[in-house]
């Protein structure tokens, strides 16, 4: 079965420095979607691409966060500097077609900020 | 802004019996899609509703989309221990292209 593989599974790291997370959508797939999962606010959308266009990043922290798709097998989040209310389980999903429909999901990298 | 409101929140019951969990917006969606995430692992998808008053079955999951295509509803017969997890709903918007989640129902069935 095809899968949305997400590295690493586990980030532990200080306050302030650098973290970046890396998707592989499924092969065929041209939309892609990075979420945060936490117990308070569920699934929050950070940001949407299709065809490795940015087409949603309301959600996303502008001056901490980054997300970028710099070829259609690789879609990146990075996160410079990190601070505690960062940490969550970040999730990565890809569909093919329109931002409404159904959505793939990796296992999620979870992201502890010491 | 456009909210999913699922209830009830936590659900713990034992094995064999009926349950129902409930997903309710003020906003119409396009169609409604309901997910499975266990511990650890990303949500999967379910089952996909689209038409006000549509009923699917999943095996012993029966999914119902509301006549207003503002709610639905999951019903689980005899549950078992292999259906625990976290249970989301997400309502789809064609024009705003994205989907919206739900903060999803834990559900435990005890053996």
């Known amino acids: 079965d095809a899968r949305v593989t997400q590295t690493p599974r586990h980030k532990v790291t200080e306050m302030g420095q650098e973290v970046t997370m890396r998707c592989q959508p499924i092969?065929?797939?041209?939309?892609v979607f990075w979420y945060r999962q936490t117990m308070m606010q569920g699934l929050e959308l950070l940001a949407y691409?299709?065809?490795?266009?940015?087409?949603?990043d309301s959600g996303m922290p502008k001056d901490r966060f980054s997300a970028e798709m710099p070829d259609a097998t690789l879609a990146t989040l990075k996160i410079q500097p990190s601070e505690p209310r960062d940490s969550a389980v970040y999730f990565c999903?890809?569909?093919?077609?329109?931002?409404?429909?159904?959505?793939?999901f990796g296992d999620g990298t979870r992201l502890s900020i010491l | 802004t456009q909210l999913l409101e699922q209830s009830p929140q936590f659900l713990s019951i034992q094995e064999g019996e009926n349950l129902t969990v409930y997903c309710n917006s003020s906003s119409v969606f396009s169609s409604l899609q309901w997910y499975r995430q266990e511990p650890g692992e990303g949500p999967v998808l379910l089952v996909t509703v689209v038409t006000g008053g549509e009923v699917k079955k999943l095996k012993r999951l029966t999914f119902q989309f509301g006549d207003a295509r503002k709610d639905s509803s999951l019903h689980i017969t005899a549950a078992q221990p292999g259906d625990t997890g976290l249970y989301l709903c997400?309502?789809?918007?064609?024009?705003?292209?994205?989907?919206?989640f739900g903060k999803g129902t834990r559900l435990h069935i005890l053996p």
């Open positions: 997400a309502g789809a918007h064609r024009r705003d292209d994205k989907i919206i």
């Open positions: 999903a890809s569909g093919s077609g329109q931002g409404w429909q159904p959505q793939h």
């Open positions: 691409f299709r065809n490795r266009a940015p087409l949603d």
């Open positions: 092969l065929g797939h041209n939309t």
